[in-house]
């Protein structure tokens, strides 16, 4: 069962230091029921850390945070989230031990055959390839029915299949009205989420529907043969080159959105 119509999560003016090295600063992030939010940034953009905190790991904070009890949150970290010296049947039991589930079985069941699992019951997770490991750490997290389902880099390095198998899970659990935070560095990914969250060394850039994010975005970006001074990056054989004083141009996506986000920012070449 998810949490009751009107119910959200969330962090508001987040602040995460560790020692003396500022993890986030002024976070912010509401988490709707049955809606998919994606957490966006590079290497050290403070993504793991804000999960972590969602996961309700304890870590040393300032600001605002609401999220269920740790009985009705569902986790997965980066690169992990399954035993490898259990079987896949026996991954999923103590899951269901841990959570004090009764009757899950039909449950447990049904979400590996989304998985493409179901006919690896028997198999070590450790024998299981890297896709199908994190298709299982993701059928795991969903076992309780969790109202806050928390998914780090789910996605990553997994071949094409198990990406889509691995959203049809996550898209179940929206449907079900779990809130979702899934933290990705695949822009397009992102674009099938309700929300989006920007994060740059660990500060918030901007945050909205992907639709407004681009939308919103100051000037014009557009393809040219080379590239014109600090404002271009390369995508694929072509040039991609933001100008912001620009009107119109041609079609805008989440990934030029978050590169000029950090140009405005930081007002440095990409």
Same mark, same amino acid.
């Given at each position: 069962?998810?949490?009751?119509s009107?119910?959200?999560?969330?962090?508001?003016?987040?602040?995460?230091?560790?020692g003396?090295t500022k993890?986030?600063?002024?976070?912010?992030?509401?988490?709707?029921?049955?809606?998919?939010?994606?957490?966006?940034g590079?290497?050290g953009?403070?993504?793991?850390?804000l999960?972590r905190?969602?996961?309700g790991?304890g870590?040393?904070?300032?600001?605002?945070?609401?999220?269920?009890?740790a009985?009705?949150i569902?986790y997965?970290?980066?690169?992990g989230?399954?035993?490898?010296?259990?079987?896949?049947?026996e991954?999923?039991?103590?899951?269901?031990?841990a959570?004090?589930l009764?009757?899950?079985q039909?449950r =447990?069941?049904?979400?590996?055959? @989304?998985?493409? #699992?179901? +006919?690896f019951?028997?198999r070590? !997770?450790?024998?299981?390839? /890297?896709?199908q490991?994190?298709?299982?750490?993701?059928?795991?997290?969903?076992?309780?029915?969790?109202?806050?389902?928390?998914?780090d880099e789910?996605?990553? =390095?997994v071949d094409?299949?198990? @990406?889509?198998? #691995?959203? +049809?899970l996550?898209?179940s659990? !929206?449907a079900g009205?779990? /809130?979702?935070?899934?933290a990705?560095?695949?822009?397009?990914?992102?674009?099938?989420?309700g929300?989006v969250?920007?994060?740059?060394?660990?500060?918030?850039?901007?945050s909205?529907?992907?639709q407004a994010?681009?939308?919103?975005?100051?000037?014009?970006?557009?393809?040219?043969p080379?590239?014109?001074?600090h404002?271009a990056?390369?995508r694929?054989?072509?040039?991609r080159?933001?100008?912001?004083?620009?009107?119109?141009?041609?079609?805008?996506?989440?990934?030029?959105?978050?590169?000029?986000a950090?140009?405005?920012?930081?007002g440095?070449a990409?």
């Open positions: 069962m998810n949490a009751p009107g119910v959200s999560w969330g962090v508001q003016d987040l602040k995460v230091d560790y003396k993890a986030l600063r002024r976070v912010s992030l509401r988490i709707q029921p049955g809606v998919i939010h994606a957490v966006v590079g290497d953009a403070g993504k793991t850390t999960l905190v969602l996961a790991l870590l040393d904070t300032g600001g605002i945070i609401r999220i269920p009890g009985g009705r569902g997965v970290p980066p690169n989230g399954v035993f490898g010296d259990l079987s896949v049947a991954n999923m039991e103590f899951v269901a031990d959570y004090r009764s009757g899950w039909p =447990g069941a049904a979400l590996l055959g @989304r998985a493409g #699992l179901d +006919r019951g028997d070590l !997770a450790g024998r299981l390839s /890297g896709g490991r994190r298709k299982l750490a993701g059928s795991m997290a969903l076992l309780p029915e969790p109202d806050l389902l928390v998914l789910v996605t990553t =390095g094409p299949v198990s @990406r889509m198998d #691995l959203w +049809r996550i898209a659990a !929206a009205g779990a /809130g979702v935070v899934i990705t560095g695949y822009l397009d990914e992102a674009e099938r989420a929300q969250l920007l994060l740059h060394e660990g500060t918030q850039l901007a909205g529907t992907p994010l681009k939308e919103g975005m100051r000037g014009t970006v557009s393809d040219v080379s590239p014109d001074g404002r990056w390369r694929g054989r072509r040039w080159q933001w100008d912001p004083d620009g009107a119109g141009g041609g079609k805008v996506t989440l990934e030029d959105v978050a590169i000029v950090e140009l405005s920012t930081e440095r990409r």
